[in-house]
């Protein structure tokens, strides 16, 4: 098993680097890049407001030339005409793209080697304090929402497997079905409506994590509160997440219950509860169990943007979005490095995950 870890990590560096050149070469491609979002602030055209720009030494330093009197001249972005050239190249400077791309490219990747991830284009701040600040919003999200998905999709499955062809099953797949088809925004919507006083309750708050006077609170206040908060965003990311595991399980259980050696023992007269849980379990909940790290990746990058919005939590994926729409190249890349990094790494953990569940499982004698 060492030696295919050790393989496995090895891979992880080709995989990132072609991630890496995929996407950089995308963002090169796509209009509207930094000096454009820079250009379109100082010429009045931009779409919205943009005024964490100002106060910048950066924008202290462009406002110190005079771009009332235009010179005419061919530039590569748009609304740049009538714009003195000078200012067009201080501001590629500002922002490091006055580099060929692949300079630029293996700069920053010789930078993330050290988890150097540089400075926010528009934030004024270090891209790792960024990240770092905003985690515990998104990892709070993704792993108590993955333990909750798997902590009733588990014994609902089971119990749907037992019960198969039932009215249980038959009625619990059926609000299952319903619940899965509703988009876990518009079921946030619909909880913010009737319990944060949308339009009947004010029970549940409806922004941030923690209150303002958390810092005051005593330990178990404090427990309560940041639960009490993250009640609605849980429940919304939930009740859209379970189904696809819950099915899993109960076909993983059916597909065992099925098999020759669950004849066999209940003909030698074990009881139905040993055969259940002694035997098909282990068995049934290998590629359930198995799969928590991707899970958790899984709902950690794509279910927690459109509630993050929602409920105004201060997360990665809303850094991200936020980052995505002005351009901010540092922010992007960096996320986009952490995460698919992490990805790669879950998936590790998921292989030796299923080893330790069924020994029997040798990724040793895999062929590459």
Do not use: C
Request: glycine share 8%; charged share 20%.
């Amino acid at each position: 098993m060492t030696a295919y870890i050790f393989r496995r990590l090895l891979l992880v560096i080709p995989t990132l680097l072609g991630i890496m050149i995929i996407n950089f070469a995308v963002v090169q491609i796509v209009p509207g890049g930094p000096v454009e979002q820079m250009i379109a602030q100082m010429t009045g055209t931009a779409v919205e407001s943009t005024a964490r720009f100002s106060g910048t030494d950066e924008g202290e330093n462009l406002n110190s030339f005079d771009y009332s009197e235009s010179s005419t001249f061919d530039s590569k972005y748009r609304g740049a005409q009538g714009l003195d050239p000078d200012i067009i190249k201080e501001i590629e400077k500002m922002y490091g793209m006055d580099k060929p791309a692949h300079k630029r490219f293996f700069e920053m990747i010789i930078n993330y080697l050290t988890f150097d991830f540089g400075e926010s284009f528009f934030r004024d701040q270090k891209v790792i304090d960024l990240v770092l600040d905003k985690m515990p919003v998104s990892i709070s999200l993704g792993l108590w929402t993955t333990l909750l998905v798997y902590l009733i999709s588990i014994p609902l499955g089971i119990r749907k497997a037992i019960k198969d062809g039932s009215q249980f099953d038959i009625t619990s797949s059926t609000i299952i079905t319903i619940g899965y088809a509703i988009p876990n925004f518009l079921f946030a919507v619909i909880l913010i409506v009737f319990f944060a006083g949308g339009r009947y309750y004010d029970i549940f708050p409806l922004r941030g994590l923690v209150s303002e006077n958390f810092e005051d609170l005593s330990f178990l206040l404090k427990i309560k509160d940041y639960f009490w908060h993250l009640t609605l965003p849980l429940l919304a990311m939930v009740v859209s997440g379970f189904a696809g595991l819950t099915f899993l399980t109960k076909n993983s259980f059916l597909d065992q219950i099925n098999q020759q050696y669950v004849m066999t023992a209940r003909a030698k007269g074990l009881p139905e509860r040993k055969v259940l849980y002694g035997h098909v379990f282990r068995n049934a909940m290998l590629i359930v169990i198995a799969g928590f790290p991707s899970a958790f990746i899984g709902i950690l990058f794509s279910s927690s943007l459109f509630i993050e919005v929602i409920f105004s939590l201060d997360g990665l994926g809303l850094l991200g979005y936020e980052a995505a729409l002005t351009r901010d190249y540092p922010v992007i890349f960096a996320t986009l490095y952490f995460f698919s990094l992490l990805g790669l790494i879950m998936g590790i953990l998921g292989d030796i995950m299923y080893s330790i569940i069924d020994p029997r499982i040798d990724f040793e004698t895999r062929e590459y």
